[in-house]
């Protein structure tokens, strides 16, 4: 806790199946993934919800604003919670990922420009921030992003790794990110 740790390397060696592995999704064929030392696949239905894996494609659909979007996450990851906590949980989701000024306006696609490749990212990343997730895994989250929206996701991701464990996968960071 406390530090990010990137997985840096080209296309092809590997990153995206590693973190498949750490995830619980791709059990490995050599070695173990062990969680507090309790290991991950023998442990799945108990560990699983303990980690939160975003891959590189999208989950996010055009037709939802990106508050929608932050609470239905919410809704579904925690079922249990009042209404009124799930609409608090959500404002500080906003919050934490710099996307207040934006929360009523609908996503769009990405070609539609309602908000930056950048906000986009973030709104990805934080739709598993509600969850009960200890260990937060990035596929590449700033893939395809101006420098400026890449330094912006890795100031969100390097604030998620103050209280979380964080592990993203990059292709080719700029020196800036490198830094963050």
Not at 155 to 169: G, M, P
Request: aromatic share 2%; hydrophobic share 40%; glycine share 10%.
């Amino acid at each position: 806790r406390g530090e990010m740790m990137c997985i840096i390397g080209p296309s092809g060696s590997g990153k995206s199946t590693l973190l498949a592995a750490l995830s619980g999704q791709r059990e490995p064929t050599r070695g173990k993934v062990k969680i507090n030392g309790l290991s991950l696949y023998d442990h799945r239905e108990n560990l699983v919800s303990f980690v939160a894996h975003m891959p590189q494609e999208e989950a996010i659909n055009p037709q939802l604003t990106v508050r929608e979007h932050l609470r239905h996450a919410l809704i579904i990851r925690r079922p249990g919670l009042a209404k009124f906590e799930h609409v608090r949980r959500v404002d500080s989701m906003l919050a934490e990922l710099g996307l207040q000024g934006i929360a009523h306006r609908r996503v769009g696609s990405p070609g539609d420009k309602t908000i930056s490749g950048g906000e986009r990212s973030r709104l990805n990343l934080g739709l598993d921030l509600g969850s009960r997730a200890e260990v937060f895994l990035f596929d590449e989250p700033i893939s395809g992003l101006s420098s400026k929206d890449s330094e912006h996701v890795a100031e969100t991701l390097r604030a998620l790794a103050r209280e979380k464990i964080v592990i993203a996968s990059l292709h080719r960071p700029g020196a800036q990110v490198l830094r963050l």
